[in-house]
């Protein structure tokens, strides 16, 4: 492998470090204008977007903290869009788009966008950002179908790169073709967002390069790479040699379909590190496949985490990540293969990595998370506007166990994203929230438990609706590591409690009426160590919590709690805890 050479200028170090820091400042600034000048709620407050700075090669920099989907694709998506667009056919104020899933992030409602940045006639720079669109056309609502979609054409609009603003101005022909093509104007909004933030990013990196002189800020940002290549090689060489296996399954494809196997070997080698996914099962027809940007993305974040989990991501960290995955598995589909609800795999590339890595760094990895239920209600006519209506109604679980922490409560990983308030989905859909809480002893046992999962129940207001629904761990749980056990599987329910209540599949379109209420539950994150370990005053903390009944306290941790008032009985748990085998007290040394 070839070593990212700096180049030959002599970089005074508080300029250095200033540039960096006014590079990182600048992708978050970013963040902040397309966040802050969205229109809908998946960029507007589910943070479904990422944002990123590179240099005229087109070597990714610099990055905002967003999504590691997105992150992780960016330095080989700008590469390829700018096959089509040399040096030379952009000037100041254009904008490349491109959503194509085999360029992209693996699905159509991910738009990039592209910016160069000119210092005079000297290309310095580019400012890149990309936006979670709620919805590019296609057969449902929010183009994440998974049921009844074999190929691309069938999920959206697609748009190989494609010039959208020339000189500041949009190209009003492109986006009266989106706007024909998707269900909410929404979209629209979304682009000129996204245009915005990087007029933002370009104003800074112009600033930046005036300042220090195109020579020096180039130097700057090439050092940057060199710097960070030399500390991953670092953490690399820390690491044991050799080649570890892992494996996982995703629950099926749809009702009445196999489930996907996952098949991980992950080898530490001298320079760097191999993710290979032989043995991983087939593409599929249906609409999750993970084209293999995607699939280094999140390869990639689960890495990284463990590698340098504090360092800023750019090309010279990535580059010392090789993906493999045979082409016509699940994980690198044959171009024109449907992948539209592709984030319900991203928890299990993600985790079959991680999986591997605990065999590496057991320290310094975490158990399966809960995951997210992720559905769309969407319906012809709101009565409170008279038009039609789309809303994204995610419910995000916890995260798993750590060998040192507890794993968070309703927090998503590997992904950034939120629980989108409820305010906010009631104002953009015909729905009330009735309920929105942690299930009681739903997380992974462990000495230290996996985040509990989430309970989330809608009740639509309109009379007629769809539900879009995309989520996984319906089958096979959570995992937990050394002796922690696994979180509870995940479910979505209609009706529940009342003569019509019925179990829906993880991943369908289902008709919905006036006063039908969606009860979606997330799974329960992994536990990490034997449950006998956990600390007797953490578990009196969750019962007292609500989180982990007397029965569970007794019957798994081994800790006995009167109940009134809520207490540990000493004496019974000693007797308890002098039951527990002697191969878990050897964790416990």
Known sequence: MSSIEPLDTTI??????VVWGGLLS???EMGSTLLRTAYSMTVREG??????????????VAQ????????GSMAFTVRQMLDYYPVGSLGPGDAVICNDPTIGSGHLPDFFMVTPVYLGERLVGYAVNIAHHIDVGGSAPGSE??????????EGIRFLPTLLFRNGEPNREILRIVEANVRVKDVIGDLHAQFAANMVG??????????YGPEQFAACMRQILVQSQEAMLAAIDELPKGTYHFSDKLDDVGPGTEPVHMQMALTIAEDRIICDFEGTGPQREAGMNAYMQYTRSYCIAAVKSVTLPRAPQNFGIIRCIEIRAPQGSFVNPRPGAASGARAVTANRIYEVVMGALAQVVPGRVITASSGFCNPKVSGAVSPFTGKPFLAWMSAVGGVGAHRHRDGQEATTSPTNGTNTPVEVQEMNAPVFIERMELIPDSAGAGRFRGGMALRKDLRL??????????????????????????????????????????????????ALKKGDVLSMRTAGAGGFGAPQLRDPARVLGDVRAGLVSIEAARDIYAVAIRPAP?????AATAKLRAATSPSVLEQAN
């Open 12 to 17: 005074d170090p508080v300029t250095f470090s």
């Open 202 to 211: 370009a104003n800074r990196i112009r600033a930046l390069a005036e300042q």
């Open 461 to 510: 207001v309109a009379d007629v609706g769809l539900v879009t629904n995309l989520g996984d761990r319906y089958e096979n749980q959570p995992y937990g590591l050394e002796g922690g056990l696994s979180g509870i599987c995940a479910a979505t329910v209609l009706n529940p409690d009342t003569p019509e209540e019925r179990y829906l599949h993880s991943k369908g379109t289902y």
């Open 64 to 71: 905002g903290d967003y999504s590691p989907g997105h992150l």
């Open 26 to 28: 600048t992708a978050a």
């Open 47 to 60: 943070s479904d977007f990422s944002t990123g700075v590179f240099d005229a090669e087109g070597n990714m």
């Open 566 to 570: 809520v207490a540990i009985d000493e």
């Open 145 to 154: 179908e998974v049921v009844g979609v074999r190929e691309t054409c069938q």
